[in-house]
């Protein structure tokens, strides 16, 4: 097998070792229904009950919790820690699918505090459109309820904020690959390597 993969970049849900990722889970842009989230927001209540189901189903167990949420720079911030206990398969899976980068999206469950036609804007207006709704203002903020985990997100930038691994080289040695990374990419232990190197593994090909 030779080496097929230079220069090549790893993108994956950036969890550290506490079981912690951080997500842009609302900004406003318009989403796919047309609809624009104002980053306008009442976070008080979702404080007191910070929780993450699975696609807004609040029937199923809850698979996280968040620990840090803040609008930053126009965009909703937050930190979700995984409920990764054995006796919880369903968060168990979700943040294994976040750590390998099955899953990387959240959505935000709120209740509006305000809710305009983006038809009836002065079509001057950035937001203006013919269809869809702008939720939320400075003196009625959008009230947030739930951020859940999803596979789909409404709004396509509500993503984990990624690891960028630069990998410079993957040659193999007495049947394992050995990747070599650009400078200060190189990931924090032997298991998220070993993850990197089962990933490129699977799309390495030869002549």
Request: proline content about 5%; aromatic content about 6%.
């Amino acid at each position: 097998m030779t080496d097929k993969i230079m220069r090549r970049a790893l993108y994956r849900a950036k969890t550290d070792n506490d079981g912690i990722t951080r997500f842009v889970a609302s900004d406003s842009r318009i989403d796919r229904y047309g609809d624009i989230v104002r980053q306008n927001w009442d976070l008080s209540n979702f404080q007191n009950n910070p929780i993450v189901p699975q696609n807004h189903d609040y029937t199923a167990p809850i698979v996280g919790k968040v620990v840090g949420i803040a609008v930053e720079n126009g965009r909703l911030m937050c930190s979700i820690k995984w409920d990764d206990n054995p006796d919880n398969p369903d968060g168990q899976r979700v943040a294994r699918q976040m750590r390998e980068g099955f899953l990387n999206a959240v959505s935000v469950g709120f209740e509006p505090g305000a809710a305009v036609q983006r038809s009836k804007l002065d079509p001057e207006n950035p937001w203006y459109g013919k269809a869809g709704l702008v939720f939320g203002n400075e003196s009625a903020p959008n009230r947030l309820l739930e951020v859940s985990a999803v596979s789909l997100p409404a709004n396509e930038g509500a993503l984990a904020q990624r690891i960028n691994r630069h990998v410079l080289s993957v040659d193999e040695s007495d049947g394992k690959l050995v990747v070599t990374y650009a400078a200060d990419d190189a990931p924090a232990d032997d298991a998220a390597a070993a993850d990197d190197a089962d990933a490129l593994a699977a799309g390495f090909t030869e002549d």
